[in-house]
T-cell receptor, first 118, second 111 residues
Framework: GAVVSQHPSRVICKSGTSVKIECRSLDFQATTMFWYRQFPKQSLMLMATSNEGSKATYEQGVEKDKFLINHASLTLSTLTVTSAHPEDSSFYIC??????????????FGSGTRLTVV | KQEVTQIPAALSVPEGENLVLNCSFTDSAIYNLQWFRQDPGKGLTSLLLIQSSQREQTSGRLNASLDKSSGRSTLYIAASQPGDSATYLCAVLSNDYKLSFGAGTTVTVRA
């Protein structure tokens, strides 16, 4: 149980276009989902926290107008990178908090999306 | 703000040798500490989760210890194999439910 599916796994887009990444909890309801970004040889940095039915909370330094997060249902959160530029190229990964206690079970992670903006 | 540090950043060993990976964190108010494996271009695979009340967890050749008061954890991998080559990430779940990651230790096991 506790599987998170993330799509697409890879995407290449032209500079100036927008890209949407989906994160779905397959066998549980995710009240909270998290979006991370990872640059090469660096750690994962939390971008934002999304709660179902409410606005996302962004970490300091993350542009909320550039990285639009929607968590419209208990099983789906989306991250849209708007007007993408080459510096947005990165590895994006989501995680979800379900109904099991995170202190005992932790969060469940998606498989990540490699975004390349050309 | 929780800061997580992993030492060393990279490690290369011959097959069969034991691996020791270190993780330290600055704020001891945590729910748990988790070790992940990440292969190049891939997502995270959870290896071990140690709750704040526990001192260690074991799974096969892997053993992780936690000393919460000193802010340290160590991941031991016994009898390393080439398939163990990957980046190992340490992550700490703080009492505000935020997960903070270290930068990782990249391990290469030479055949």
């Amino acid at each position: 149980g506790a599987v998170v599916s993330q799509h697409p796994s890879r995407v290449i887009c032209k500079s100036g276009t927008s890209v949407k990444i989906e994160c779905r909890s397959l066998d549980f309801q995710a009240t909270t989902m998290f979006w991370y970004r990872q640059f090469p040889k660096q750690s994962l940095m939390l971008m934002a926290t999304s709660n179902e039915g409410s606005k996302a909370t962004y970490e300091q330094g993350v542009e909320k107008d550039k990285f639009l997060i929607n968590h419209a249902s208990l099983t789906l959160s989306t991250l849209t990178v708007t007007s993408a530029h080459p510096e947005d190229s990165s590895f994006y990964i989501c995680s979800a908090r379900g109904d099991r206690g995170v202190a005992n079970y932790g969060y469940t992670f998606g498989s990540g999306t490699r975004l390349t903006v050309v | 703000k929780q800061e997580v540090t992993q030492i060393p950043a990279a490690l290369s060993v011959p097959e069969g040798e034991n691996l020791v990976l270190n993780c330290s964190f600055t704020d001891s108010a945590i729910y748990n500490l988790q070790w992940f494996r990440q292969d190049p271009g891939k997502g995270l695979t959870s290896l071990l989760l140690i709750q704040s009340s526990q001192r260690e967890q074991t799974s096969g050749r892997l053993n992780a210890s936690l000393d919460k008061s000193s802010g340290r954890s160590t991941l031991y991998i016994a009898a390393s194999q080439p398939g163990d080559s990957a980046t190992y990430l340490c992550a700490v779940l703080s009492n505000d439910y935020k997960l903070s990651f270290g930068a990782g230790t990249t391990v290469t096991v030479r055949a």
